[in-house]
Structure formats: C-alpha cells, structure tokens
C-alpha cells in the first residue's frame, strides 16, 4: 500500500478550539488594517509528509509546514536519524553495531556505542520487568522461523530445540560503566527488533524538535511520535489497524502533544502452514510463536516505552497482559484477541475511554470490553 495514503488515511482533523480560531481571525484582520502595501496571503501550513526507506520498510516524517521546500533539510535530518539507527541495530546487515557484537560477544569483550549501549541496558531491564517475556536473545529463533534472514518458514521441532538452547538473556553480561557485552555461551545471538523502533522514533522527534519544529508527526510503521498538532486541528487523530485487515482502521483516537503509539501485531510479519498463523513474536519460554493475542497497541511517553512493552505484552497473552498494563500508569493499552464467528474483543484500558472511538465499519467485527 502506498504509504503516503496510508499516513494520509490515518489522521484527519478534530477541530481546533473557537478561541483559537477567533484569536487568528484578530490577527488577521489587524495585518489586514496594518498593511501599508497590497495584503499578499502567506501560505497556510499545511502536513507534509517526507517519506523514506529505512529497515526495511517505510518510515513518514510528517512536518506542519507552510513552505515544503524549506522544511526539507528538517527532514532529511530526521530521515538520516532514522538511518543510523538502523546502520547500528540491524539485523539484516552484516554491518550494522550488533552484527558486529554477534560476530564477538562470544568469543571477546566488546565495547559498544553509547547508542547500543543505550537500547541494551533498555533491552535488559525489561528482560527483567517481564520475567523474561522480552528476552533480545531470541535472535536464534526468530531467524529459525525466517523473520530475520528470511524468507518466512516453520522450522522442525529439531531446529526449533538447537536454537532454544542459545535463548535466555542471563547468558548476556553487560557492564553498563565500561558499555562491554559479553556472551557466556557460544553462538548467543542478540536481536533488537522488539525495541529499536522505537528509539529511532523518538531519536527522529528529538532531532526535529532541536530544529525549531513544533508540529509533527514521525510514523515508522505504526511506531509514532505526535509533536504538537497537525495544521487546522487541534490533535492528531490516529486509526489503529484491524489486526486480520478487514478493515483498514478499527478504532481511531488522538494522540496529544508529546504522546506516542506502537502497534504489535501478527498481521506485520507471519508464516501460514497447514492452516495455523505464526508471528513474528516469539516466547521465549517455549521457543514457539506467541498465541493468545491479535494486536497490542500502547500508548505512552515515549515510542521507546511504547514499543519496549507491546512484544512482551504480545508474549503474555490475554489476562497476563491486562494486568502487567493496568499496573503501568505510564501506558495506555489497546489489546485485540481472538473470538468467535467473526468478532473480536478490543480491551481497552479505562484510563483511554473518553478518547477510543470504535469506527462505524467495525462495529460488527468487535466487542469492545474496558478494563
Ligand atoms: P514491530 O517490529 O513490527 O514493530 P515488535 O515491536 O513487536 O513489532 O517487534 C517484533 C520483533 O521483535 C520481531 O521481529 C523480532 O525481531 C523481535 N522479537 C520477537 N520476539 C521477541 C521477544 N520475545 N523478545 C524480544 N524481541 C522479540
Ligand atoms: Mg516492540
């Protein structure tokens, strides 16, 4: 799908405040009265969106503009932090910071950059924080089911077994003062797919923000950051995507200033054998694709928090999962598991109940329970 459609389709308008309007309105009209030469309009800042390719799909840097030209070099910067994140954390690249680190950590102590090193110690805490539901050592698994390296594929139970025995992030010692990885265990491999996204995200946001830009939107695939409004509105209206894609958006909401979304879900990347679906999420606890849920979608501060928590809320599953995100007040959950004859259940967290809007197309498809 063209994503500029794509980003286009997913906000529209919520109109901004009367007094706003009215304030603009004044303001207009006294640079009307002031003008001593014949009142030329400025041009109305309008979203412009800047796409680009980066790992391994697209990735939407939307700029409130009135002038696309000039706010090009803007984001062409965000562009190119999103770039290095990727050079750094890919897994797809021979050449990337944890290619390298998977090449050594066996073998040596390697020191690593100050931004890996950053998205490790994340990676690690939350290994801990979700009793092991997020474990970067995955690596061997996800490229077992193709997800890495690809293409997609169900490998045998043997396979399955040799690259679960590499699994498990107490095999990984960091030193957080010397930012050194080492592996205590051959062949451990180490992934950041669950979590890099979001960084780049917010590393993006934060390079517009220290350019002057107040209005924005930096979306990698459903990896988002809202910077202030978009133009003749009040806020971002965001559509969260129907995990089975049978309609585009199954609920929209907005997104204030400052606030980001992720969403994890099956539909993204995922294997079809014999009937049954396999993801991309993998419990490390079994070695097999996570069941239980369709689509996690958070919302909190920061893409890093929100796509830190959606592959570990992901592995838990249905119950586990409400719990661990009614616990944290920093994020706001939308979780979509599977149901019968067709309709799903969307649990959605109280605390976003005056803002979940289940879009009219939908209404048919979920039933929408708050916890
Ligand atoms: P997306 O990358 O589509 O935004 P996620 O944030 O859920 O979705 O990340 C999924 C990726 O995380 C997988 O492709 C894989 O690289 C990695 N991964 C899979 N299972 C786990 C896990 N249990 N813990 C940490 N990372 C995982
Ligand atoms: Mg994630």
Same mark, same amino acid.
């Given at each position: ?144 089911? =193709?997800? *890495?390296?690809?293409?997609?594929? !169900?490998?045998?139970? @043997? &396979?399955?077994?040799? /690259?679960?025995?590499?699994?498990? $992030? ?22 950041? =797919?669950? *979590?890099?996204?979001?960084?780049? !995200?917010?590393?993006? @946001? &934060?390079?517009?923000? /220290?350019?002057?830009?107040?209005? $924005? ?39 204030? /200033? ?114």
């Amino acid at each position: 799908m063209d994503n500029f459609e794509r980003i286009s389709a997913e906000i529209d308008n919520v109109p901004r405040r009367s007094i706003l309007r009215l304030a603009l309105v004044a303001c207009a009209a006294f640079a009307l009265f002031t003008a001593t030469r014949p009142f030329a309009a400025a041009p109305e800042p309008r979203g412009v969106v800047y796409p680009t390719r980066v790992m391994g799909t697209y990735a939407n840097v939307l700029i409130v503009t009135p002038d696309s030209a000039a706010s090009a070099p803007v984001a062409a910067i965000a562009q190119r932090a999103l770039a290095r994140v990727d050079s750094l954390m890919s897994n797809w690249t021979q050449t990337s910071e944890v290619a390298r680190i998977n090449r050594e950590a066996s073998r040596t102590t390697v020191t690593v950059q100050p931004e890996v090193a950053r998205v490790l110690e994340a990676s690690l805490r939350l290994w801990k924080e979700s009793q092991g539901a997020f474990d970067i050592t995955v690596e061997p698994l996800v490229r077992a089911w =193709g997800f *890495i390296g690809g293409p997609h594929r !169900v490998p045998s139970e @043997a &396979e399955i077994a040799n /690259a679960f025995r590499l699994v498990g $992030a107490q095999r990984v010692q960091y030193d957080a003062a010397r930012r050194t990885i080492h592996f205590t265990k051959d062949s451990v491999r180490i992934d950041l =797919g669950g *979590i890099a996204k979001g960084y780049a !995200v917010d590393v993006a @946001a &934060e390079s517009l923000a /220290a350019h002057g830009i107040q209005n $924005a939107l930096v979306d990698l695939t459903g990896n988002m950051v809202a910077m202030g409004h978009p133009a003749n509105a009040g806020a971002w209206r965001i559509g969260v995507r129907d995990p089975r894609d049978r309609v585009r958006f199954f609920a929209r909401l907005p997104l204030e /200033a400052g606030e980001a979304i992720s969403t994890s879900g099956q539909y993204e990347q995922f294997v079809e054998s014999k009937g049954k679906t396999y993801g991309h999420i993998i419990d490390p606890r079994t070695g097999k694709p996570a069941e239980g849920l369709l689509s996690v979608t958070l919302i909190g501060r920061s893409a890093l928090d929100c796509d830190s928590w959606d592959t570990p809320l992901f592995v838990l599953g249905g119950r586990e999962s409400r719990r661990v995100a009614a616990e944290r007040t920093d994020l706001h959950a939308i979780l979509v598991s599977p149901g019968d004859y067709g309709v799903d259940t969307v649990w959605v967290e109280e605390s976003l109940r005056a803002r979940f809007t289940l879009v009219p197309e939908a209404r048919d498809l979920f039933q929408v329970i708050y916890f």
